[in-house]
């Protein structure tokens, strides 16, 4: 019974990290180009009156460096794993340590 357990407590991490990183990351873009137009004046047609709205360009900021930091982790992993290190959360940022 209790390898049925460590199963599931395996099977609910990676379907966490699938969430977030399959359909998290491409959610948070949208959330990224949807804020983009509105900062631009919340329409993709040119119309009169459409003023710009400076906290659409900051949260479309924000999103836009989640996903750019994302990607760098990303390709850290890579290629830390390919230099025989591996990426550690041990402190508040990543940091590359030698395999064990």
């Not at 659409?56 to 994302?70: D, K, M, N, P, T």
């Amino acid at each position: 019974m209790h390898n049925v357990t460590l199963a599931f407590e395996a099977a609910w991490k990676v379907l966490v990290v699938g969430v977030i990183l399959g359909a998290g990351l491409p959610a948070l873009f949208a959330v990224g180009v949807r804020s983009m137009a509105y900062g631009q004046g919340g329409s993709a047609e040119a119309r009169a009156g459409s003023a710009a709205h400076p906290a659409g360009r900051i949260v479309a900021g924000l999103c836009f460096l989640i996903i750019a930091l994302a990607v760098v982790l990303g390709i850290t992993y890579i290629v830390a794993t390919g230099f025989g290190k591996v990426v550690t959360f041990d402190h508040v940022y990543p940091t590359l340590t030698d395999k064990k």
